[in-house]
Each structure stands twice: as structure tokens, then as C-alpha cells.
């Protein structure tokens, strides 16, 4: 039971596919059994037979062949040494095969493709405009990358960037990045400091953790008023002032404010629309080196573009210069309009959300708006005041003459 | 007295008597040990001699997988294997 490995052992060592027509074909057969001749896929048809036997075998069969006289012919010859002398023959193919790995083996030194994740507050355009200046792009040789000098390099260049990775796989340059994107605490210097109003406003509640409060509760501000002062004075039985100290002044203030909105949004406006034509452009890339195939074109007075580009990627991360640029054209028209009213007054209730929504952002409690939109022929206002309460305040170093 | 002391051995006939020796898988193959020679080949008849007589696999679309070292492997539709 020695089929499947029989015929793996054959197509290594070869094996010829023969016909035989004779009258005593069975003699021919039991002949080769005798003399040890292996017979492989042996298919008789009517008067003829198609068999299958190793090259070392086939040379064997010619004094049977002289003894039985059959009418021998070789139908095929297969297996791994006519493959080979057949490829030997092709010498370009060959010389193909060898310029083919030698070319990969070459491109393989280099960075074709720069992968950047992890960027927010850095574009990718800022990051690879960064390489670029440092000698790092596309086609730069692998060997003079040094990722631990790169990754120290960018994390001092980029006050934001935290933490970087670089790596290098393949012909892929990783670049993964860590942002800070938590503002900046400074902490307190401990300079004497007195807190003062950024706005005019009434005091709603005051507490002071250090320093000596200057408002209380119901008294009206205006901006630069001293609302916690650094200046810290002990006073004796009799209410005399014994001693003055400075302090970094701390504590927290709570203030009524009114913020003014305005609006306006002019009735007349330029409006886009798409035409619905558009086509597509395509450009080769090697390297840097870009080739522009412009089969069909159309000239439009406005237009969007967009694009999408793909690299050649043999395995995983082994990309190569080579690849495409698709580039989408979309016509517009530009043309001059006019808004409804209730367009008018959709526009600016949207707009007036979302600058409500950027005050409650930055912590400032709303408690009351009191805004009205007047509508004219030639263009919409939304005006009035927004009532909120605002713990921000700011700070003033004590200067000498206050002391 | 020979075949008592095979027996008490536990050595096989077809090793001693140069026997045949028939294994089947359904009735798409067939495999035969010990045979003398190929008498008649066809695709609906392979007639082998063995030492008894002449073996005759009948069928259709039959073929030789393998022959050679006294075994044959025999393949294809068999409806009937015959001892003559």
C-alpha cells in the first residue's frame, strides 16, 4: 500500500507516461514485474494501454521492448527533473526570476510607507513635514533610522507629545504617538497674590481659603476688583493692626453675570450645489516620482477633490514604491440666494445652541437666557443677554505700593 | 506435522506457500498479494493466474494503481472477484 508516497517519490525522481499497443500486452507487463520494473496507473483501452513508470524504469524496458515487440510511444514526461530542464531552457525566465528577488531583496532596505497613529492635536501633514526635515521619507535607507534617536528627538521637539513609539517592520516606518491633550496645571508659585474679577458681575457666595475677603454676598463687581485679598492683617483686642503678612490669596467666589449675545445673518448668501458631474483621475507613484495618467478630463470653474492613495503591499508590512493615486473631481456651482425666514431663524437658534453649549464647556452655569431675533428684509438678529453664574476669576501680584 | 508446527509458530500460510492474499476497500479497490501473472487485462476484466487457478476481477472502468514485486492494486467499479 505504498500508492501516495510511490507517486510523491516519482514526480521527484520523474516519471514518463508511455502507450503501448500490442497483442500481448500482459506478457510485456509480467516481463517487467520480473525484472523488478515498477508499473504505476496502468489503464488498459480496448488494444492499447497507457501506463506510468519512473525514468530509471523506463530505461530498463527497452530489452523487454526488443523481446515483445510492441508499439511503445512516450505520451508525457513529468515530474520535477523535466521541470527543470524545461526552466533551464528559458533562460530570460530564469533571468526574470533572479532580478525579481534581487530587486525585492534591494527595495526591502529601504522605507516605502510611514504610518502615523495616535495623532490629534499633530496633524499627520505636521508630523511627516517633521521627518521629512530631518531626512526621513519616502525611500530613506532603513539602516540610517535610528528609532530610539527619533523617538528622543520628537519627544523633545513636540512640547504635547508624551510618549512615541518607533518601529521599523518590514518597509513600514510605525510611528505611534501619545498626546497630552490635559491643559497645562501650573501649580501655585506661592508669589502674594490677591484674586480679582475677570468681569463685572454680583458677588453670589465668597470663601476664602487664605487671604482676607474683600466682597461679600450681594455687592456689585466690576472687572479688576479685588475679591480676596493677599494681604493678611492681625489686629489686637482693640482692633489696632498689630501685623501685615502677604499670602498667596486662595478661596472661591461665585458671580452673577450677564453676557451680552449678539447675531446677525444677512438674508443674501452664496449657496453651493452640486451639479452631479464629476470624474476620476489617476496618477502612478514611484517613490516620489509621480506620473499623472489623465485619460479623460474635465475643466470645471469649481470643483471639490478628493483622493485616496494604495501602495503596493507584497506581505504584511513589506510595501513597495509603487502604487496609485485616485483623485474624485465634484463639480459645484456657486449661486447667489436668499433665505427664508424660518431658514433665518433655524440658522441662528442652531447657532445660539451651540455658543451655549461652548459656555457650559468651559464651566460657566447658565441659568437664564433672555434673547429675541428681529427679521428684516435684508438680514436676521438674535440679540439680548445670558444670565449665568461664573466661579473663573483672575490674579494680581501685590504690587509695593498696595502694600 | 508441517502445518502443526506453522500453526504452533503462528507463521502465515501465504508466507510459507507462497499463497495469495486478498484485501478489498468496498468495492472500488482491490489488492492482491502473491499473484503469478497478469492473463488478461482489460477495463471490464483482469484475470490474474495464482497457484491454485486464475483470478478474475470483473467490472467497470478498472485499472491498475500499482503493480510490480508481486502485488497489484486493482481499482475501479468490481462486481465480482472470481477463483477459477
Redesign the interface.
Given at each position: 500500500?505504498?500508492?501516495g508516497d510511490?507517486m510523491g517519490t516519482l514526480w521527484f525522481k520523474g516519471y514518463t507516461v508511455l502507450q503501448i499497443e500490442s497483442l500481448c500486452?500482459?506478457r510485456f507487463?509480467?516481463l517487467?514485474?520480473k525484472r523488478?520494473?515498477?508499473?504505476?496507473?496502468?489503464?488498459?483501452?480496448?488494444d492499447k494501454?497507457i501506463?506510468t513508470t519512473s525514468v530509471d524504469d523506463f530505461y530498463k524496458l527497452s530489452p523487454i521492448a526488443r523481446k515483445t515487440k510492441p508499439h511503445l510511444r512516450i505520451k508525457e514526461k513529468k515530474g520535477f527533473p523535466f521541470i527543470l530542464n524545461n526552466v533551464l531552457k528559458h533562460q530570460f525566465f530564469l533571468a526574470g526570476i533572479v532580478i525579481f528577488f534581487t530587486v525585492m531583496y534591494v527595495l526591502g532596505h529601504f522605507v516605502w510607507n510611514i504610518s502615523i497613529d495616535g495623532n490629534y492635536m499633530n496633524s499627520d501633514d505636521t508630523i511627516y513635514k517633521y521627518l521629512d526635515e530631518n531626512g526621513i521619507v519616502y525611500g530613506t535607507r532603513k539602516s540610517s533610522i535610528d528609532c530610539e534617536a527619533l523617538e528622543a528627538q520628537i519627544r523633545r521637539d513636540f512640547d504635547n507629545i508624551i510618549w512615541v513609539s518607533v518601529a521599523l517592520k518590514g518597509t513600514r516606518l510605525y510611528i505611534d504617538i501619545r498626546e497630552n491633550q490635559d491643559e497645562i496645571i501650573t501649580a501655585p508659585d506661592g508669589t502674594p497674590s490677591d484674586i480679582v474679577a475677570v468681569q463685572d458681575g454680583v458677588v453670589r457666595s465668597i470663601v476664602a481659603r487664605t487671604g482676607t475677603p474683600m466682597v461679600k454676598a450681594g455687592d456689585i463687581i466690576k472687572a479688576g476688583d479685588v475679591l480676596i485679598s493677599g494681604t493678611v492683617v492681625t489686629l489686637n483686642e482693640s482692633s489696632e493692626p498689630i501685623a501685615t503678612e502677604q499670602v498667596y490669596a486662595d478661596g472661591e467666589v461665585q458671580m452673577y453675570i450677564q453676557i451680552p449675545y449678539t447675531a446677525v445673518l444677512n438674508r443674501s448668501y452664496i449657496k453651493k450645489e452640486y451639479t452631479g458631474h464629476s470624474y476620476k483621475s489617476v496618477a502612478l507613484h514611484f517613490g516620489n516620482f509621480r506620473l499623472p495618467i489623465e485619460v479623460y478630463k474635465e475643466k470645471y470653474e469649481y470643483q471639490d477633490e478628493f483622493g485616496e492613495s494604495w501602495t503596493l503591499c507584497l506581505y504584511q508590512d513589506f510595501y513597495l514604491p509603487l502604487g496609485a493615486d485616485t483623485t474624485y473631481h465634484r463639480e459645484y456651482t456657486l449661486t447667489q440666494t436668499l433665505y427664508t425666514d424660518d431658514e433665518m431663524k433655524q440658522i441662528l437658534e442652531e447657532n445660539f445652541a451651540h455658543y451655549l453649549q461652548k459656555i457650559d464647556e468651559k464651566g460657566i452655569q447658565i441659568i437664564e437666557n433672555n434673547v429675541t431675533i428681529s427679521i428684516s428684509d435684508e438680514e436676521a438678529q438674535m440679540y439680548g443677554f445670558i444670565y449665568a453664574i461664573d466661579t473663573a476669576f483672575g490674579r494680581e501680584e501685590i504690587s509695593i505700593e498696595y502694600r | 506435522m508441517k502445518k502443526d508446527l506453522l500453526d504452533a509458530m503462528f507463521i502465515p500460510r501465504d508466507a510459507v506457500y507462497k499463497e495469495y492474499n486478498l484485501s478489498t476497500v468496498g468495492n472500488k479497490q482491490l489488492?492482491v498479494e502473491g499473484f503469478e501473472?497478469?492473463?488478461?487485462?482489460?477495463?471490464t476484466l483482469i484475470r490474474l493466474r495464482v497457484k491454485d487457478g486464475f483470478l478474475c476481477i470483473t467490472g467497470e472502468k478498472?485499472?491498475?494503481?500499482?503493480?510490480?514485486?508481486?502485488e497489484i492494486?486493482i481499482r475501479g467499479c468490481i462486481t465480482a472477484i472470481q477463483l477459477k
Open positions: 500500500m505504498i500508492v510511490a500486452s500482459e507487463f509480467n517487467c514485474e523488478g520494473i515498477c508499473i504505476h496507473k496502468l489503464y488498459p483501452q480496448d494501454c501506463f | 489488492f501473472a497478469i492473463k488478461e487485462l482489460s477495463s478498472l485499472y491498475v494503481e500499482y503493480f510490480g514485486e508481486g492494486m
